[in-house]
């Protein structure tokens, strides 16, 4: 009976893997997921495709534009006229466009205003906007949204990936669970074929009477049912947490069967003033907080060039005109008052029901972003001490647990004691040693929630579901 009471003693802490069998820890799962696995791999491509974003509206912005244009025509064996153009753009972050031309006209018939010198006409000005396009105008404001847009997918990114790597953690921590149940579960059976084996003896020599046997038959009956759960609940915790784990090429990795948990790190409970630190970070810097002020600044950028078409549509062109012989390069631009071109565009709606109606869409939009984030933020707040509230309950519940598996354990000695000096029965022992073994599946339930729950805290603070040092 010695050994009963030896191997009921293991029953109180995790068992180590056996050396031969390898172990994943919940650190190296969350590494391989990260880097690895489809979903990381998806969020990566968010960015990549706001990157795509952001290059087109900036080359909108700042791409210098080419353009030529040449016209002739000759009949009878005379040249009409033969007209060439030719001009490079450079836009500017505050909309006024830097354009340089050349204009080149011979023939024997054109059009007088379109006279050049032999060498050509040089023009060297300015386009800017002195209406709806002084404050914002269509590009800027295209930029500014796909750099919102961009900030918005890094948040997304992060958010995709805290939510991955969450699920992964619940998933091993399930995984864990069932590993330490299966191994109770042996345990357990362990334990009662030795005490049937110890029974039938003590029968068959008349110390005991014959009903005792099919008591302790019942037992074996009911732990190698347990036993066969155990086996099932683990076998379906290796599929899941096989399909997170992913090669450098995409492909998923074949799971050894015979790969253990190892037994994770358990982080001191955060005390309350690092809970209010980090719930304060968390309203600027949580994933989903800095994804919602993305959409609002994107969506205010949008607003402002609604609001700005309102007002007329009003552009002016000035250019000074040069010999093209007489310029070598820009710094030898004549500055003569009397050589230079002018232009002025005017166009605007007269009722403006486009112009109004996509401004007050966009208000809608702006503000409605502006509740969003307000809810996000709040959201943040609830679901951080909440997560916070169960952790702590978790941790308080996994140390009485430990007291309870030790007092089971006082329990299942003494009774042991009793039932050797003849003062206790064969049914009092088998539910000693059953108390015992749910005492202790129950603090690997605890435990397991603890993980979980730290997981939950980190990623309600907008962590990858693994909480920083306190």
Known sequence: MRLLVGVALLLTVPQPARAQSPALSLDSLRAVVAAHHPVARQAQQLVRQADGVVLAATGAMFDPQLSAAWERKAFSGSEYYNYFEAAIKVPTPLGVDVKLGLEKTSGQYFDPARRTPTQGLLSLGLSMPIGQGLVTDRRRAE???????????????EDLLNALLFEATRVWAEWYRAERVLEIAREGRSLIEVRSRGIAARVAGGDLAAIDTIEVRLEVVRREATLALAEADAAAARARIATYLWDADGTPTMWDDATRPMAPTVLPRPDSAWLTREVTRALTMHPKVRKARADGDAASAVRRQASAELLPDLEAEVARLADRDGVSSLSDFPSGAGNYKFGLRASTGVLLLKERGKAGEASAKDRIAALILTDVRRDVVAEARAAAAGLDGATRAAGWQVEAVGL???????????????ESSLFLVNQRERGLLDETTKLADAEVKRITSAAKLATSLGYPARLPEP
């Open 408 to 422: 089971a354990r006082q329990l299942l000695n003494g009774e042991q004691r009793r039932f050797d000096a003849g």
């Open 143 to 157: 930029l500014s949204a796909a750099r919102a847009k961009r900030d918005g997918a890094l948040a997304a990114r």
